[in-house]
């Protein structure tokens, strides 16, 4: 953590269903094969004191992925948003995925979920990042 900043990788991330942790080209790695919304990617998080976090996700997807919809849960919380293409593979960007309120210092699970089954996954995951906003 860095000013009570979270990140999450994908090497921690905890994957259910046929989403899986891939390693992509020239030492590039992330989450991908998911396609419906029993695909899950989660982690287990620490929270040392109650505060308003602003998350970013970080992913590549191509622009047949654009478009699709997906979830973020988080401290009881549930946002909805779509991907954006990123131009092409393994290329990636970071989006906002919602702002959640943490009422108490506790452990949480994040849980990024496609909302609906696709035949394509719906993107390449490599990060996501939870910031505080100041007091």
Known sequence: ?????????FLDAKTAG???KR???????????WTAPEDTVSWTIKVDKAATYNAFITY????????????????GELHEATVHSTGKWYRY??????????EKPGTYTLTVRPENADKDYLMYLKSMMLVPEKD
């Open 93 to 102: 960007g970071t989006f906002s995925a919602g702002t959640f309120h943490v």
């Open 18 to 20: 046929k989403t899986m």
């Open 23 to 33: 390693y992509g080209t020239v030492g590039r790695f992330h989450i991908s094969k």
């Open 60 to 75: 590549s997807a191509v622009d047949s992925f654009s478009g699709r919809p997906y979830s973020v849960s988080f401290g």
């Open 1 to 9: 953590m860095d000013g009570g900043r979270i990140d999450l990788n």
